[in-house]
């Protein structure tokens, strides 16, 4: 590793940059990292405080990278050394609310690798240079990885995919990162392989580029209202040298001068340009200051923007912002709000969002201007874990009828994130409902944060199921039904039985699930008269003492609790085990007794089944070949060894750890259930298809991309 260099000096007068404004002493370096200078790191490692402008330098760098950007620029006014020559443009992953895994995906998808585990994708990128394909990637805000913000999802994306990047010889990397993983990336690399740009150390230092930014925010051509300060050169100049000196060049200095600004051009009336007592020099301060203009008690300012720091996701949707700062303050703060939109207004943004299903109430969130300021409204909350802990309340109220399915999405999906911080996540673990219809992403990195042993059953069951819920992305009512399955093999039959009330449109129910090992097929079949009456005095159907008596039929090993040996003289032959179809009971049952269902049984039953590696496809027949319609799709998480369906449609699968049998239900004509499980499942052959035949090979430790 090599310390930061001192940056060179400028020899010749140029234009700054016109969308950074200056940096050219962080932008030469980064232009002779991207140029592969002999002298320049392969990895460089770009740090700073909130604030210092980490994102800003890096997009402006990009700019000049993209050919599309590049036409719009004036690369002769700007100094040579800052302009990266026309090069392929890098790969540039967004980590903002992904997970180490996703990031790593992105980059498998965009070099088009052939990897199915993360462990695969490091040596794939190794072997791409010898193709002539150059692998250079750029890796932006990782202090904004994770989609819930308490998981230290920053540390993992450090640890667990850009530590193994850097370390890929024929790879050039540069990482924007929080600093105090900074000198962790670049630890056990080689001397000069690795350079840590610091934008607060004096030597990376751009005092008139902060200049710079002041003046341009003040001018009425890019967008400033006219104010005597702001259409005189000369004052619109002395001020903003005035906002740069309080700012400094040390933590969050750029935001410092930008908030400052914003502060100002909003809320001019009071403001004296003469006064240095009204120019901040934190981020901190810049509210204080703000709230103090407009006659209002700081302390009111940061609680109207305290849930916004404490937020998840983009922001809050505007009917929680009022209700969600009275449980932080712990008063009623309807009257402060009446004006509150007007003071918080240079602090916080607009999201809009469009789309079907999205409630009105919705559809506009409020997040704050730059993730600095929720670290500097954060500092002044005294108990942050209590705050979070009235926020999760308030939204736990919010759930009409305690019925998820009827909740706001933000409430839905991001309680569990303000559960974690409060330190109350697990007792918010035993809802099924919540499992089912919360976004497994954000719930799933919620809940592997909690330490394993503070976890009960409920909690550990969803953890064990969250895989394949985050990786087949499948919708609600496909998830409640995973959901159900594992509790009845977990052997907790009353969860089970609260997703079949609030979830009635379940596309099946799990009537039974034994672990056997070693299970090589299924089948269903029918117990001969004798042979049933025999196994059960109960099973007669309607008094009629002569009925059948279905039964699943297993292949087992030798030795397995209740099975019979299918040749008693050979231990290595497999044996038989027989189990009720309806209740999973074993029977004592002579195999040659049973009988399979006929291949005409099979062809002109109402449903049929399609089968891959780790999917069954179940779909009711037409009145004509090609009117099939799909039912349902059942997913695992390990390949299915076996399979079969009964005339009255009990599903019986078999894996490597245990049989189940599922009573398949009716699609509902009015539930988007049948037509979203086929996008659940990968590259699924067509159900009418005869034969089993293999699905795609999964990655089961990726989640989705965002």
């Avoid at 990782?142 to 990047?165: I, M, Q, S």
């Avoid at 006929?598 to 049929?608: H, I, W, Y």
């Amino acid at each position: 590793m090599t310390s930061p260099t001192q940056a060179p000096e400028q020899t010749k007068a140029h234009e700054p940059h016109p969308y950074i404004g200056g940096r050219n002493a962080a932008l030469r370096a980064l232009t002779a990292w991207r140029m592969e200078r002999p002298d320049a790191p392969r990895v460089i490692i770009l740090t700073g405080s909130p604030g210092a402008g980490c994102s800003r330098l890096l997009t402006g760098f990009l700019m000049l990278c993209d050919p599309e950007y590049r036409k719009g620029l004036e690369l002769d006014a700007l100094d040579p050394a800052t302009v990266p020559p026309d090069l392929p443009v890098p790969a540039v992953p967004s980590v903002a609310g992904l997970t180490a895994a996703q990031t790593l995906w992105l980059l498998a998808d965009h070099y088009e690798l052939s990897a199915t585990r993360t462990a695969d994708i490091f040596p794939e990128l190794g072997q791409l240079p010898l193709s002539g394909r150059p692998v250079t990637i750029v890796v932006p805000d990782v202090d904004r990885a994770g989609p819930v913000r308490g998981t230290g999802e920053p540390a993992h994306v450090v640890r667990d995919a850009l530590k193994p990047l850097a370390a890929v010889d024929s790879l050039r990397l540069l990482a924007d990162v929080p600093r105090e993983f900074a000198a962790e990336l670049a630890e056990g690399l080689p001397p000069g392989v690795a350079q840590i740009i610091d934008l607060d150390a004096p030597e990376w230092a751009d005092p008139e580029g902060l200049v710079l930014q002041a003046e341009a925010l003040l001018n009425p051509q890019f967008g400033a209202p006219a104010l005597p300060f702001t259409t005189e050169p000369d004052a619109r100049r002395a001020l903003a040298e005035g906002i740069a000196r309080h700012a400094g060049d040390g933590a969050g200095s750029r935001l410092t001068v930008y908030l400052a600004v914003r502060s100002i051009l909003m809320h001019p009336e009071g403001f004296d340009p003469a006064d240095a007592s009204q120019l901040p020099g934190s981020v901190g301060e810049v509210l204080d200051l703000h709230a103090q203009r407009l006659d209002t008690h700081p302390r009111i300012l940061r609680q109207i923007l305290a849930p916004l720091a404490l937020a998840e996701g983009d922001g809050l949707p505007v009917p929680l912002l009022t209700p969600l700062a009275s449980a932080v303050a712990e008063r009623d703060m309807s009257e402060d709000m009446v004006r509150g939109m007007l003071l918080v207004a240079p602090f916080i943004r607009p999201v809009e969002r469009a789309g079907e299903g999205i409630p009105e109430d919705e559809r506009t969130l409020l997040g704050l201007e730059h993730p600095g300021i929720g670290e500097a409204v954060r500092a002044g909350i005294s108990d942050v874990p209590g705050a979070q802990a009235r926020i999760a309340m308030e939204l736990l109220e919010a759930v009409p009828h305690q019925d998820w399915a009827k909740a706001g999405a933000y409430v839905r999906d991001h309680i569990a994130g303000h559960a974690l911080g409060a330190g109350l996540l697990p007792r918010l673990l035993t809802d099924p409902g919540l499992f089912a219809h919360a976004e497994p992403v954000r719930l799933r990195a919620a809940v592997e944060a909690v330490p394993p042993e503070r976890l009960d059953a409920p909690a550990r069951t969803y953890l064990r199921t969250a895989p394949l819920l985050t990786r087949t992305q499948a919708p609600a009512t496909l998830r409640a039904a995973l959901l159900e399955t594992a509790f009845v093999e977990d052997g907790l039959p009353e969860y089970a039985a609260v997703l079949r009330r609030m979830v009635p449109e379940l596309p099946w129910h799990t009537l039974w699930s034994v672990p056997v090992a070693g299970v090589d097929a299924v089948t269903v079949g029918k117990l001969v008269p004798s042979e049933a009456a025999a196994a059960s005095d109960n099973t007669a159907s309607d008094g009629d003492e002569e009925a059948s008596l279905a039964v699943a039929v297993s292949v087992v090993p030798q030795g397995t609790p209740g099975a019979r040996p299918l040749k008693a003289d050979d231990p290595e032959a497999p044996a038989v085990l027989v189990q009720d179809l309806a209740t999973g009971s074993v029977i004592d049952a002579d195999p040659t007794r049973i009988q399979r269902p006929s291949e005409d049984e099979r062809a002109t039953g109402p449903l049929g089944f399609s089968r891959g590696a780790d999917y069954v496809r179940v779909w009711r027949r037409g009145a004509q070949k090609g009117d099939e319609k799909i039912v349902t799709a059942l997913i695992s998480d390990t390949p299915f060894t076996g399979t079969d369906l009964s005339a009255d449609g009990i599903l019986l699968v078999a894996t490597e750890s245990g049989v189940k049998a599922l009573q398949i239900r009716p699609a509902q004509p009015d539930t988007p259930h049948a037509a979203t499980e086929r996008r659940s499942v990968p590259d699924v052959p067509d159900p009418r298809a005869a034969e089993p035949e293999p699905a795609q090979a999964a990655r089961p430790d990726a989640h989705p991309t965002a």
